[in-house]
């Protein structure tokens, strides 16, 4: 157990929706991250925040946001959804504000299918 | 951006065999290398990384060597056993950035 928690575990929706993921992260970590698996891309970077700001933003479409609230847990929000958007999605955080000076601890994932 | 690739895709050994996956990187400024290991139905795990400034590093098993020159890395797991059987994913990661990383190596270890 990672210890980052992440629901919903699964979620099916009708394409053009508009859907909610939460991350809390480990006890005391700042940093929180979220990246988009999909089976031919791999684990894409889509946004990043540090103590309630953003740090570094990926390829996250214009329909997708983010953010962290003050207790430290972050959501992300997927909305027109289309047919691509179908993934994994998982958070990590960290202690740390680079990927380089703390380890990242990955959830298990939000799996979203859009149909 | 960064760009990472990462061969074989897909890698199936006999237990007791050794394994070796390889990525290569784009950008020369990347000083920070990581891989994670991810079971099935799991998020990644950290299982080893890598600086800029060190050539080769050991745990156990797993070792994780760095050619800057060539813009290469490869992780190495020795006397593999089912339990390592899982996708394994490399990363490069430079200051100011993003972690990137490549697209994943499914090892299958047989009995």
């Known amino acids: 157990d ?18 909610t993921l939460r991350c809390s992260p480990r006890s005391g970590d700042l940093s929180v991250y979220w990246y988009q698996q999909s ?3 791999g684990l894409q970077f889509l946004i990043q925040y540090y103590n309630g700001e953003e740090r570094a ?5 214009e329909r997708f946001s983010a953010q962290q609230f003050p207790d430290l847990h972050s959501e992300l929000n997927l909305s027109s959804l289309e047919l691509g958007d179908s993934a994994l999605y998982f958070c990590a955080s960290s ?8 380890e990242l601890f990955f959830g298990e994932g939000s799996r979203l299918t859009v149909l | 951006g960064e760009n990472v690739e990462q061969h074989p895709s ?10 070796v996956i390889k990525c290569t990187y784009s950008d020369s400024a990347s000083n920070y290398f990581p891989w994670y290991k991810q079971e099935l139905g799991k998020g990644p795990q950290l299982i ?5 400034n060190v050539g080769e590093k050991k745990d156990q098993r797993i070792a994780v060597t760095l050619n800057k020159t060539a813009k290469h890395f490869s992780l190495h797991i020795t006397e593999t056993q089912p339990e390592d059987s899982a996708v394994y994913f490399c990363a490069a990661y430079k200051g ?16």
Do not use: C, W
Request: without cysteine; aromatic residues 4%.
């Open chain 1, 2 to 19: 990672s210890g980052v928690t992440q629901t919903p575990k699964h979620l099916i929706t009708a394409t053009g929706q508009r859907v």
């Open chain 1, 39 to 41: 089976l031919d891309q």
């Open chain 1, 57 to 61: 933003k990926g390829n996250i479409l």
């Open chain 1, 95 to 102: 202690a740390a504000e680079a990927p380089d000076t703390g």
């Open chain 2, 10 to 19: 897909t890698l199936s050994v006999q237990e007791g065999d050794s394994a």
């Open chain 2, 48 to 52: 080893i990384d890598i600086r800029s």
């Open chain 2, 96 to 111: 100011y950035s993003t972690l990137t990383f490549g697209k994943g190596t499914m090892l299958l270890v047989s009995p």
